[in-house]
């Protein structure tokens, strides 16, 4: 397993700023990557499984966009 903090994740894979990430942890319960298993906790520490993580985003993309207008 090849975890990264957030910080060496957003350095690594620039296209994912850190609070881009940190947004998305807050809501994972609401997006799905909670259930993906990339994130991993010990202690205060928030780890991320960059496998899992890119597995998930690959997810995101299969899922239909989200419409306002649909919602009302």
């Given at each position: 397993?090849?975890?990264?903090?957030?910080?060496q994740f957003?350095?690594?894979y620039p296209a994912f700023p850190v609070g881009g990430i940190r947004w998305q942890i807050f809501n994972q319960d609401k997006n799905g990557l909670k259930e993906s298993g990339a994130i991993v906790r010990i202690g205060r520490k928030v780890l991320i499984d960059p496998d899992k993580f890119f597995s998930w985003i690959k997810k995101q993309q299969?899922?239909?966009?989200?419409?306002?207008?649909?919602?009302?």
């Open positions: 397993m090849n975890l990264k903090t957030i910080s957003s350095h690594e299969d899922k239909e966009p989200f419409n306002e207008i649909n919602e009302i």
